[in-house]
């Protein structure tokens, strides 16, 4: 029972297209593109100021030479806020709920930031490595510590993504499930189920955007560190 | 899960970073903003009332 509800997950195809393609373009229609008359209409006055607020106050503690990668972050920042958010709305693939996009977001542009990091100063690149003031002996241990939190951060990047959209979404059907079949057995409890599951449909609605900024605010970090 | 079907992943990435590279940054860099973004003064302005073209 329990592994026909992660069918709603398989990358759906309706006469030969597959459907994420639809997933991933048709959200930008949402989003006009702005003219260079001065002043625009409401929903684009809206995006502009969130845009701008949201792209200010993650570079304000990056210092300028990391402000190039404001344009990638902000778009970041949209994408995965709107995919999520649409992905709530019935009958809707979100695509991020596939472990393919999110780790294939997540590991080039946290490679892009240790590349960069490397490049530009290699030895406090390196020197991140060891925490200061650790004792002499730990020394070895705690590199090797280090570098496997390094590494797991990409992965932790995608996973964490992934993981919270699928369970999300795998909740709000079960707890849907539940309640539907309650209905006609025993409807007081079909009723507060019915409350939990909108409840939960709260939830989902901020967890879309609080984990697309997480990551968005996690890879800020990662090149804040790289840069200092 | 059938997000671990390795089948469609190398076309999925390929698409969602077409779409992340190209779609995107067009319309974000299209908004054009008058001001220098700067830290918020103490006073809060307040705000006027103004006409919203309607489209």
Redesign the interface.
């Known amino acids: 029972m329990m592994l026909s509800f992660f069918d709603q997950f398989m990358s759906p195809t309706y006469l030969g297209i597959p459907l994420i393609a639809l997933a991933l373009v048709l959200p930008w229609t949402l989003y006009p593109t702005p003219t260079p008359r001065w002043l625009n209409s409401r929903l684009l006055t809206l995006q502009g100021w969130f845009i701008n607020r949201f792209t200010q106050q993650i570079f304000m503690p990056i210092n300028p030479g990391g402000h190039k990668w404001a344009v990638m972050l902000a778009s970041l920042m949209v994408f995965l806020t709107s995919l999520n958010m649409l992905g709530l709305l019935p009958y809707t693939f979100t695509p991020t709920t596939q472990l393919s996009l999110n780790m294939g977001l997540a590991v080039p542009l946290w490679l892009a930031t240790v590349i960069i990091g490397m490049r530009n100063q290699p030895t406090a690149a390196l020197g991140h490595l060891l925490p200061e003031g650790t004792p002499v002996l730990l020394i070895p241990v705690l590199i090797i510590i280090e570098t496997i939190s390094l590494f797991i951060r990409p992965l932790a990047l995608g996973v964490r993504l992934t993981a919270n959209l699928t369970a999300g979404h795998l909740l709000i059907q079960l707890i849907a499930t539940a309640a539907f079949v309650l209905l006609p057995l025993m409807p007081t409890v079909a009723i507060l189920t019915a409350t939990v599951l909108f409840l939960l449909t709260l939830l989902e609605v901020a967890v879309a955007m609080i984990q697309a900024y997480v990551f968005v605010l996690l890879l800020s970090l990662y090149l804040q560190e790289k840069r200092l | ?5 390795p089948a ?2 190398f ?3 390929v ?3 077409v ?2 590279l190209t ?12 001001n220098e ?1 700067t830290t918020m003064g103490a006073e809060k302005a307040k705000p006027e009332p103004w006409n ?2 309607w ?1």
């Open positions: 899960m059938p997000q671990l079907n469609p992943w076309a999925i990435l698409f969602s970073w779409v992340f779609i995107i940054p067009q319309k974000i860099l299209a908004h054009n903003f008058n973004p919203w073209p489209y």
